[in-house]
């Protein structure tokens, strides 16, 4: 893997995210650049899914709730660390979304992508009403929660650099599986379902695969996020619409790619803080970002990596 | 854009009115206001009690902190409603644009998540519309919660109904969300330990659009009073499917909903539903600083052109308490202020004002009382008649 | 016993109102395979429609309902061109981000024009009393028009030209080109019809319940819940089926928590699309 110019690429940007706000002390890039790397999660995952795969998740956002949730109940109730905490996090949104994922996978496109609305729906509605979970109120951490990290401070710093390692460890799985026998299969399945089946490919084994391992990442991050946030409750954790702009990142940066969904997810991100902070176009945000997914859609569906690789073939080679 | 024009109306006032003390130097002070999002219409109220405030304590010099005199500006964004957004933007507020003092965001969720970055930080934050109270209960020292606290919401309505007939069979009716569960949980332990009758306790999801369902299991419990609802929407249509319903309730009190004027479009479906509210225009509380009830409500619907309700009276109220701990304390050195206001116990137009030292609830509010109104018919008009508690009434109650 | 009977009743009522939301999304599916995800955004367009009209401009409330069908029709044409004409024959990806995005430029829009503050429209009529339970006339009225539109899209998809040249373009669409039928043009009407349906659901909604701009969220997810149940792209499954979820919600009220019933409709919905995903009404298509 480490001939390819690529992986090499990625472990540059996973440094230069840990770094910079590190060495120059500044806590507000942190904080802009972990919401960056969030969103890089998110993306990457769900474009195993979408990109490879062709099954579009449009409540790929339980996964990260459900970790959240998770976590923040490990650590709140049982005074488990945030790292075992967010890893048990994981294997456990992994084991069920294993579950789930047997009873969805034999939908097909449109009927599977409002399967997973469904699922996100009712996860939540049910979290809404689990009482050891705090219900429709969620859970509060109280500010003893970060003295085992050496306080708030600390806390969130250490909480980044986990982000980071997670963003980092995102990209990694999503370069080794396109390189891969699995990955090659995935994107068969992508093209043609049923030609894929007939040439021999295990098709409801493998979508159950990329559908669990597209699950654990986020359902860390999940975990990673609700604890520096402080709370955690069932709007919050379950929103639909960071769903969708999940899937508005993926077809941003390309679809398919490796890089695709982290540009998308970065751009995407800048973008909207821009516009927050921007006096005259904040009441826009939704329009502007509307607009924007409509012209790439209806234009430019390989999106930015799509571009790219048409414009300069040869980046098609080192830049996946 | 709204907000653009009154600024420079703001700022030319200012320049108008300064007096011949002009100010030497300026306090920032920060906070997210929700201006996307389903919480925008409420949080933008809550804003404009800050901004009120804000124009004129400049106009009057600014404030007096032990000599010194600070003018006073703002830092604030759009949080979207949204938690995601809450402690980048804080964090941006204090570290950045430098605030030395924090106003909080709108709704209980979103303050929770604020107040980690100002404890942090170790900022002082007045915190409004944060009723909910797990918030202080996570060990903080510079959180001070300006509106009564959740649980107090609806012992008002609930002591007024005792007196009026404690054999009343109550329903709760409440809204599945953080805010109003808190208050319908608090409210039924008091109920339960004032021996009343409980006939039905049911919440419904936030997306509920039809009351009918369990208007009809309200019926058939054969409750006689109904308390609970959530926010605006649900509240509204709850009491306009109850009258269409015929359901025959003596005692309604609903959450939030019947505040607000908009309530009113609902004609005789709104007479007698009562509300708790943080504050009314007519309260009658006579302060030991600032503006009267009545004098704010006049300056308010002078700059803005309508009536305040108790969202941007807090917002005042938050500003008031603010320079009123400054200017006692001498100085802006967080430690100090933060020692007058661990031991303030004040009236303002916005009622009695103390807050809890108890380190396990830091900040909570203490001293203030929940007003009870109802609609009532006066002359064939509607209006909103206070008639709870005795001291601050203007109306008697209509069962 | 009665309570039971009076909210099964009363649900059944709403139900219609339901059915005819889903109606026309579970249309513009079977005809061109296009998921409208704008779906809610046209629901809550249609319900402020009403407001202006009635609140307004004072027109009585269910006159305004000719005025939003036709609105919505035209805007549902103007829709189809913009953001569906290109993304017809490609993945269905494609069809469910562009609609998606109307949705968010929709919302945006409203947001910016109305904030999320509450509107109401005061519509008062007798209803009809039954020991102690009362059914409100609005809830009568919208259910009987909901029906009566029910029965007009009816009419007009099995009756008339227009009708047999959709369902011929829904059937096959290189069929019909064959026969000389202009399928651009099919589409684009089947598109606004399916818009109008749901604009005027909203406006039907707006006579019995106060709304925001962000009220359209819910009914689309109860439209995709009935659009399931009745099968996808058979209008008269999707009344149908909605009057079943009305059924099944009024059913259930009585006996659990109201906030429980969210729940048991979603798991409804995943399990009926995993079991029957025909919809439980599969006619053959209308």
Redesign the interface.
């Known amino acids: 893997m480490w001939r390819r110019p690529f992986p090499w690429l990625i472990g540059l940007m996973v440094l230069l995210f840990a770094l910079i706000p590190y060495c120059t002390n500044d806590v507000q890039l942190r904080e802009s650049l972990l919401l960056a790397a969030l969103y890089i999660v998110l993306a990457s995952n769900l474009n195993l899914m979408i990109g490879y795969a062709g099954y579009v998740n449009f409540g790929n956002i339980v996964f990260f709730g459900l970790g959240g949730y998770f976590c923040v109940y490990l650590v709140d109730a049982w005074q488990w660390q945030l790292l075992p905490s967010a890893l048990a996090a994981g294997f456990a949104v992994g084991a069920l979304a294993l579950l789930f994922g047997l009873g969805i996978l034999r939908l097909r496109g449109a009927f599977f992508a409002l399967a997973t609305i469904g699922v996100n729906e009712a996860i939540r509605q049910f979290v809404a009403n689990f009482e050891p979970w705090g219900g429709a109120t969620g859970i509060y951490l109280s500010l003893d929660a970060y003295r085992p990290l050496g306080g708030p401070m600390q806390a969130l710093w250490t909480a980044y650099f986990l982000m980071v390692a997670v963003m980092g460890a995102s990209l990694f799985l999503s370069d080794a599986i396109k390189n891969s026998k699995f990955g090659l299969g995935l994107l068969a399945i992508g093209q043609n379902e049923d030609a894929a089946s007939v040439l021999g490919v295990p098709t409801p084994g493998y979508k159950a695969v990329v559908y669990t391992a597209s699950a654990f990442l986020p359902a860390l991050a999940g975990g990673i996020y609700f604890f520096k946030s402080g709370i955690i409750e069932p709007a919050g954790a379950f929103n639909l619409s960071l769903s969708i702009e999940a899937i508005v990142m993926v077809m941003l940066g390309g679809q398919g790619t490796v890089i695709g969904p982290a540009v998308g997810a970065f751009l995407y991100e800048e973008l909207r803080g821009l516009l927050l902070t921007s006096e005259a176009f904040s009441h826009f945000q939704l329009v502007i970002a509307g607009s924007l997914l409509l012209i790439i859609v209806l234009f430019v569906p390989g999106g930015l990596m799509g571009f790219i690789h048409r414009q300069f073939p040869r980046t098609r080679h080192w830049l996946e | 854009?709204k907000?653009?024009r009154l600024c420079l109306v703001a700022l030319a006032a200012m320049f108008a009115a300064a007096p011949a003390v002009a100010a030497d130097e300026t306090l920032t002070i920060g906070f997210t206001v929700s201006?996307?999002?389903?919480?925008?219409?409420d949080s933008v109220a809550q804003m404009r009690g800050f901004e009120l405030w804000r124009d004129e304590v400049n106009a009057n010099g600014g404030i007096n902190a032990g000599g010194a005199r600070y003018k006073v500006t703002f830092v604030s964004?759009?949080d979207?409603s949204?938690?995601?957004?809450v402690?980048?933007?804080y964090?941006?507020i204090i570290?950045?644009d430098k605030a030395q003092f924090l106003f909080s965001p709108y709704s209980s969720?979103l303050v929770?998540?604020a107040?980690?970055i100002s404890?942090?930080y170790g900022k002082i934050m007045l915190t409004t519309s944060s009723a909910?109270q797990?918030?202080y209960?996570?060990?903080?020292k510079n959180l001070f919660q300006v509106y009564s606290p959740a649980d107090q919401y609806l012992a008002g309505a609930l002591l007024a109904l005792k007196e009026r007939d404690a054999r009343a069979k109550i329903a709760f009716v409440y809204k599945?969300?953080?805010f109003s569960?808190?208050v319908a949980q608090a409210t039924r332990d008091l109920a339960k330990a004032d021996e009343m009758l409980l006939a039905l306790d049911?919440?419904?999801?936030?997306?509920?659009?039809?009351f009918?369902?369990?208007i009809?299991?309200v019926?058939?419990a054969q409750a006689t009073a109904l308390l609970g609802g959530g926010h605006?929407?649900d509240g509204?249509?709850i009491a306009?499917?109850l009258h269409?319903?015929?359901a025959g309730l003596k005692w309604v009190t609903l959450l939030v909903a019947p505040d607000t004027p908009?309530f009113a479009?609902?004609?005789d479906a709104a007479v007698g539903i009562s509300v708790p509210s943080q504050w009314e225009p007519q309260v009658t509380y006579k302060p030991d600083f600032g503006p009267t009830a009545a004098a704010f409500t006049k300056r308010f619907n002078a700059r803005f052109g309508i009536e305040p309700g108790y969202h941007a009276a807090g917002g005042y109220a938050a500003g008031l308490l603010l320079q009123h701990a400054i200017e006692q304390a001498g100085s802006i050195d967080p430690v100090k202020v933060v020692d007058v206001l661990n031991q303030v116990d004040v009236t303002t137009m916005f009622g009695r004002t103390r807050f809890s030292t108890n380190a396990t609830e830091h900040g909570l509010q203490l001293g203030h009382q929940m007003v009870l109104a109802q609609w009532q018919k006066k002359n064939g008009a509607l209006v909103k008649e206070v008639i709870w508690p005795n001291e601050a009434k203007t109306a008697d109650i209509l069962y | 016993m009665i309570g039971i009977a009076a909210s099964v009743a009363d649900g059944v009522l709403v139900g219609a109102v339901y059915g005819l939301a889903a109606m026309g999304l579970t249309l513009i599916w079977g005809v061109m395979n296009v998921i409208n995800l704008a779906h809610g955004a046209i629901i809550v367009f249609g319900m402020f429609g009403l407001y202006f009209l009635a609140a307004a401009l004072g027109v009585p409330a269910y006159a305004a309902i000719p005025g939003v069908i036709v609105l919505g029709f035209v805007a549902g044409v103007a829709l189809y061109w913009i953001a569906v004409h290109r993304v017809i024959g490609q993945a269905e990806l494609m069809s469910l981000l562009s609609t998606f995005a109307v949705n968010m430029v929709l919302i945006g829009l409203g947001t910016a024009l109305f904030s999320t503050s509450p509107y109401n429209i005061p519509v008062s009529l007798p209803g009809l009393t039954w020991e102690g339970y009362t059914f409100t006339g609005t809830h009568i009225v919208a259910a009987t028009i909901a029906a009566a539109i029910a029965g007009l899209l009816y009419l007009l998809l099995h009756r008339t030209r227009v009708g047999k040249a959709i369902r011929a373009v829904a059937g096959n669409r290189g069929a019909a080109e064959l026969c000389g039928i202009p399928t651009r043009r099919v589409l684009a009407m089947a598109f606004g019809l399916g818009v109008a349906l749901a604009a005027v659901s909203g406006t039907l909604i707006a006579t019995l319940f106060p709304f925001t701009i962000l009220s359209g969220e819910a009914y689309q997810l109860k439209s995709f819940v009935v659009t399931v149940l009745g099968g996808l792209g058979n209008p008269a499954g999707a009344l149908l089926g909605g009057i079943a979820l009305g059924l099944v919600e009024g059913l259930m009220t009585p006996f659990m928590p109201v906030s429980w019933t969210s729940v048991v409709e979603f798991a409804l919905f995943v399990i009926v699309l995993i079991g029957y995903p025909r919809g439980i009404f599969a006619f053959s298509r209308s």
């Not at chain 2, 209960?137 to 903080?140: R, S």
Request: net charge negative; glycine share 6%.
């Open positions: 854009m907000m653009n201006q996307t999002g389903s919480l925008n219409n964004y759009d979207e949204q938690n995601m957004r402690q980048q933007l964090t941006r570290v950045q969720g929770a998540t107040a980690i404890e942090q909910e797990k918030t209960k996570l060990g903080n599945d969300d953080p569960k808190a049911e919440s419904y999801s936030p997306a509920t659009t039809d009918g369902p369990i009809n299991k019926i058939s605006y929407a509204a249509t306009r499917q269409d319903q015929k908009k479009e609902l004609d």
